[in-house]
């Protein structure tokens, strides 16, 4: 299943509630896992970014639905990064030659 890491920053709505934050992540675990994906790892962060998530979904679209459903609620900005195993990495690279 691809790889997926998102960088999150609160809105000013979401630090305003960010005692709810701990319930958020496990609503959107939850909702993600609904979608057929799964956290690998969350970090609240220090400097550029909020947090760093890790997660697993069956395709782009999915990830794309799931980021765009985080956004809706208002509480994250996000950007996503899909991620590439060192494997598939290293298949890319040889395909060049």
Excluded: C
Aim: charged share 25%; proline share 4%; aromatic share 8%.
């Amino acid at each position: 299943m691809p790889t997926y890491v998102m960088l999150a920053n609160w809105t000013d709505q979401g630090v305003r509630t960010i005692e709810d934050g701990p319930k958020r992540v496990d609503i959107a675990r939850k909702s993600l896992e609904d979608m057929g994906g799964k956290f690998m790892s969350v970090y609240m962060t220090m400097g550029i970014h909020d947090m760093v998530i890790t997660y697993e979904a069956p395709d782009d679209a999915v990830a794309a639905r799931f980021t765009l459903m985080l956004g809706k609620q208002g509480n994250v900005r996000t950007q996503s990064l899909k991620a590439f195993p060192e494997e598939a990495y290293r298949q890319i690279v040889n395909s060049l030659r």
